[in-house]
DNA sequence: TGACCACAGTTTTTT
DNA sequence: ACTGTGGTCA
């Protein structure tokens, strides 16, 4: 062929190749083409960002690198480019396929490539398009977390690094017991050196992949104290988690990292396997990640990081925002594709947005435009105190509603948990159906780890953390006495906690307790029998609950509680089931691995119609129609902590841009003039943010910028105004109660008074306790158990029955 | 071993 | 204000 037939070629390719990703925008579609080489893409919040990366990934296993290259093969002839260069829509099944064929440069098989995010969510979701924009034969890209891959790669390496292939995983929690144990063995104050403080340090010291040992002789050099006790305190940390064969979080990172620099086969191996490299959010890597993605980058250099640094709101668990800043300078000649069109919000709500992010210096500069209507102005509403706010926001989600709204296109975002008591009262009281997503995860659970621990013991013996959870739960006679001797005995010979216990007859100063102990470890063995004998998980658990008397000990006291704690440990049961309805050869080990690394079981489900009232970290990536803002007060937002450092406020900013971006249509901006926090009430000022938004695209409501002069008094009635007619003022606080007294007289209550509450439904009175002209009353509600009112106040809305 | 009291701490969260 | 924890006592 010739010269001008291939440059004739690589065009037509190219061309039909892009016809293949009409659908995206000229900058999306750029960076799905842009194959080889290192590749930042920064995409905007709402640019579609996981668009483009699954039909990127796309692109690589139908076309390879076609898009990004000028080879042709030798295989191409004349009537070939004439054929693609004739090509028109539409196109017939077996057009399609030579086109296909001819166009594609070195396919990419989907096991060759890696694409790692930060949760399962993301991870899940990549698969899951994959599979169905493709085929089956997609799911084999992986898409995996940071800490899945990593697992799958140590599983088959460990000893290399001094592990066993079926080390353990601990957790937050579990660290933190270890850590608790070596500080008082080290016979510190707990005070002075609080286990999370040190760990947070050991966490630090592992993202710069410095050893316990150099950490100690640096510590040494020093001579300072408190440096010193804490490089011991990892020393002792490490040693016992491999003695326990265990690794926290870090670890599997950091031991992926050190494998892959040390053994020059395995890193070759990953390094050719993977022939390109997908990093999601860049923006939240730390050091060790990057040193993790580097390496398995370091063969073809195929490697494209997606973020946002202005999305970057981790800092304060180890991210680097310098990751992504930097990458150009680390990786030479690499391309920058940037995604600056926003699909999700209004010009409104992206004005706002884009005027408070560009207060930060440290960023890569992007401005998101988009093509969407102006949309209504953000609204910031000025409440008297944090229950007036709540009860703005309820009247207007039920002013949504009834514009037709779904419940469910309503977000309420805030900076803190804390901050949701006062906004669920009030949804209650107006019968608005919410869903909290975060605080206490079910695997966080007491008893739901009990349970675990029993699983991880008879996974692994040498599991001592988890042994002794688990050894007198439910009680069996073995106190901490019997257990510290056992301990002792098992430090003293350098074995495992259990081999002690299951030979208690070989040890003198056991005596006592030897047949408590066997029956324990009785129990273990003949439940380890079982799986040998290959009893299906579901049942093996079943037989788990019962023998060892746990399910048994809880229906003993039947308490509401532990009602609940039964339900929870039966529930760890459809989590058993569930995982051997997604894997080919479930295993216990299995299992708990993916227990270990797969934890936010409860995720916000999109399906049922609820309000959503989320932090606003929790909200990244997602999105909604109607989103509320509350607490924007100095002090709360931006935190107290954040006011005064230059680089927490910047990234309090970028929290506050992650939070605006997530509205579609309509954003609703709310800050008290007091807030009650921390049991005290304060006065509050508006967040500095505020001022930051450009006055055209917002428009003030409440305060005084409803009541005029009335500035600074009193008597607010916020409440009263933005309540359902039929809903009665709710109960208040005797000190802002003084201008604002209700008529309704107080009802005369007795104990054992049958009462019914608008907003608490009916009760019964507990007691009654005099205090002054007004008494306190201690009302057991059927729906939502016992609240304290004063008569009073709670007279206006409750009734005798 | 369990129940009760004093006391501190209290941003954000994934793996 | 609230909650979880750690210590003491029966």
């Known amino acids: 062929m010739t010269e001008e037939l291939i440059s004739r070629f690589v065009v037509a390719r190219r061309k039909y190749i892009e016809s293949q990703f009409h659908n995206l925008n000229p900058m999306q579609r750029q960076a799905v083409l842009t194959t080889d080489g290192p590749l930042l893409l920064l995409a905007g919040a709402g640019s579609g960002k996981t668009t483009v990366l699954i039909n990127r990934i796309a692109n690589l296993i139908r076309f390879g690198c076609a898009s990004d290259s000028n080879l042709v093969p030798d295989t191409v002839e004349e009537e070939d480019v004439f054929f693609l260069e004739q090509l028109q829509e539409p196109l017939s099944d077996s057009d399609r396929r030579r086109a296909d064929y001819l166009c594609a440069l070195d396919p990419v ?33 992986w898409a995996m977390t940071f800490h899945s891959a990593c697992c799958r790669i140590l599983r088959r ?65 020093s001579g300072e104290f408190r440096a010193l006790q804490v490089a011991r305190a990892y020393n002792k940390y490490q040693t016992r988690l491999k003695e326990n064969n265990a690794v926290d979080f870090d670890d599997i990172i950091l031991l992926t990292v050190r494998l892959l620099q040390e053994n020059e086969d395995v890193r070759a191996y990953y390094q050719q396997k993977f022939r390109y490299v997908l990093v999601d959010e860049y923006q939240d890597t730390n050091h060790l990640q990057y040193l993790l993605t580097s390496l398995l980058a370091g063969g073809y250099e195929n490697i494209c990081v997606v973020g946002d640094d202005d999305q970057s709101i981790y800092r304060f668990r180890g991210a680097t925002i310098e990751n992504i800043l930097d990458f150009e300078k680390q990786y030479r000649g690499a391309r920058v594709i940037r995604l600056e069109q926003n699909y999700r919000s209004t ?62 296109d ?33 695997f966080d659970r007491a008893e739901v780890k009990d349970m675990l621990a029993y699983l991880c013991v008879i996974n692994n013996r040498s599991d001592d953390l988890r042994l002794k959870r688990i050894i ?28 002690v216990v299951f030979h208690p007859d070989a040890y003198a100063p056991l005596e006592k307790s030897a047949t408590k102990f066997k029956n324990f470890t009785q129990i273990i063995e003949g439940l380890a029998q079982l799986l040998v004998a290959d009893m299906p998980l579901p049942e093996f658990y079943e037989e788990l609950m019962l023998r060892t008397r746990y399910a048994q000990m809880l229906q ?75 607490g924007f007060e100095d002090g709360l937002f931006p935190g107290m902590r954040s006011i005064g450092d230059h680089e927490e406020m910047e990234e309090e900013r970028r929290l506050c841009y992650v939070a605006i971006t997530r509205a579609k249509q309509n954003l609703t901006i709310t800050h008290a003039r007091s807030r009650m926090l921390y049991g005290r009430t304060a006065a509050a000022m508006p967040s500095r943010f505020l001022r930051e938004i450009p006055e055209d695209v917002m428009v003030k409501k409440g305060g005084y910028h409803t009541y005029g002069q009335q500035s600074c008094g009193d008597n607010f009635t916020y409440t009263a105004r933005y309540t359902q007619p039929q809903v009665a003022p709710r109960p208040d606080f005797a000190s802002s109660m003084a201008s604002n007294t209700p008529k309704t007289p107080m009802l005369e209550l007795n104990r054992g008074d049958m009462v019914s509450h608008t907003a608490f439904g009916t009760g019964v009175v507990l007691s009654v306790m005099k205090m002054g002209g007004d008494a306190l009353l201690e009302i057991a509600f059927d729906q939502i158990g016992t609240k304290k009112l004063m008569a009073k106040t709670a007279s206006a809305h409750m009734k005798k029955l």
């Open 347 to 408: 010009q409104s709500i992206l004005n706002a947005a884009n005027g408070v992010i560009a207060h930060n210096m440290g960023r890569k500069g992007k401005r998101l435009w988009t093509s969407n209507p102006q949309g209504d102005p953000v609204v910031v509403y000025e409440a008297s105190d944090e229950r007036a706010e709540a009860s703005y926001v309820s009247s207007q989600i039920l002013a949504g509603q009834r514009r037709g709204k779904a419940m469910k």
């Open 472 to 499: 007198n739960n439910p009680p069996r006679g073995l106190g901490p006495k019997a257990l510290d001797t056992a301990q002792r005995l098992a430090t003293a010979e350098g074995k495992p906690l259990y081999e």
């Open 157 to 221: 390496y460990a000893e290399l690094v001094g592990y066993t292939g079926s080390f353990t995983i601990y957790d937050t929690a579990d660290s933190e017991r270890v850590m608790k144990d070596i500080i008082k063995e080290m016979g510190l104050d707990d005070k002075t050196f609080p286990a999370k403080y040190v760990l947070s340090i050991i966490s630090r010291e592992k993202d710069s992949m410095t050893s316990p040992e150099t950490l100690l002789s640096r510590a040494e050099m």
């Open 556 to 630: 003993e006291k039947p308490t509401e509680e532990n009602k609940t704690r039964l339900e929870n440990i039966r529930e760890l049961k459809s989590s058993i089931l569930s995982y051997m309805e997604n894997t080919q050869q479930p295993t216990l080990a299995g299992f708990l691995e993916e227990i270990a690394l797969y934890t936010d079981l409860e995720e916000y489900n999109a399906s049922d119609d609820a309000v959503v009232l989320m932090t606003m970290h929790s909200a990244k990536g997602l999105e909604f129609p109607n989103v509320f803002l509350v």
């Open 109 to 141: 098989k989907p096991w060759n490539i890696i694409a790692v995010t930060f949760t399962n969510k993301a991870a899940n979701e990549l698969k899951e398009r994959l599979v169905n924009m493709l085929s089956p034969e997609a799911g084999e890209v």
């Open 410 to 442: 309503h977000a309420i975002l805030y900076r803190t948990n804390a901050q949701s008591n006062a906004l669920e009262y009030d949804l209650k009281r107006n019968g608005i159906p919410y869903r909290i997503i975060g605080g206490t995860r079910f």
